[in-house]
């Protein structure tokens, strides 16, 4: 007998002795894993990035100048960061789970059905906006044309509260829809994450308006935009597999 056949178990031969579950036990004599049982330690590891990042671009900000290129890479507001790349796989991740569950939803429920499926496309147009910066090209020319300065001086937070409040409306029924403690997980992500994207951004724009954009205040505001940007995608990707562990057809 090899050291492979000794660790099987097979249905009707179970010389072991013992009431398994022989389909789970593999050649090696591991029992698979539950998804819950791996989905847990990745969103551990998601967290911890998170904020190993953000206490590293903290520590440059009061530090003084790092030798290059890591004041680039640890910068949350560059494009091209580590922070910034992690922003854009969370929020890939999250929209991707997002339609999976709406096309795992019967079409017979059109509101969840389709509901999954619009949020899920949201979230992957506010992923790719994260890696294209298309908001900034607009907050460009909508402070050339009005002119807008102080709390506006980042013109485009003044589409995005109208967007938010539409998107909101819109998205009444299909919330109303979800178990209680989604509904929870996924208000306290979008809270989060537009206290940030929106409220946080606004007092940095007083902020450049005021000619302080070198400035550690500045340095500092901008993080912590940043920081509720990513714990609110945190928030909704652990809303997410908690839901997914609730209602496994999903």
């Known amino acids: 007998m090899t050291p492979d056949e000794r660790f099987c178990v097979y249905p009707g031969n179970d ?90 939803t019967p079409k017979s429920d059109r509101i969840l059905h389709w509901g999954w499926i619009g949020v899920g496309l949201a979230v992957l147009a506010v992923s790719a906006d ?51 403690s989604t509904r929870g997980w996924m208000f306290a992500a979008a809270v989060v994450f537009v206290v940030g994207a929106v409220g946080i951004e606004m007092i940095g724009g007083k902020l450049w308006d005021d000619g302080m954009e070198e400035s550690l205040a500045y340095a500092l505001v901008s993080g912590t935009e940043e920081a509720f940007e990513g714990l609110g995608v945190l928030i909704l990707l652990g809303g997410l597999l908690r839901h997914r562990r609730m209602d496994p057809g999903s």
């Open 130 to 180: 994260e890696m294209l910066m298309i908001h900034e090209g607009v907050a460009v020319r909508l402070h050339e044309h009005f002119q807008w300065g102080g709390y506006l001086r980042f013109a485009w937070v003044v589409p995005a509260i109208l967007v938010v409040a539409l998107g909101g409306l819109l998205a009444l029924p299909f919330l109303a829809r979800l178990p209680r």
């Open 15 to 104: 010389q072991t002795g013992l009431n398994m579950d022989w389909h789970k036990v593999t050649a090696n004599g591991w029992a698979d894993r539950e998804p819950s049982q791996l989905r847990a330690p990745l969103l551990t590891a998601a967290y911890a990035t998170w904020a190993v990042l953000l206490c590293l671009h903290l520590l440059h900000t009061l530090s003084g100048p790092w030798p290059a290129p890591l004041p680039r890479l640890l910068d949350p507001n560059e494009e091209t960061s580590i922070y910034t790349w992690l922003s854009v796989l969370m929020l890939g991740i999250a929209g991707l789970l997002m339609l999976d569950i709406g096309f795992r």
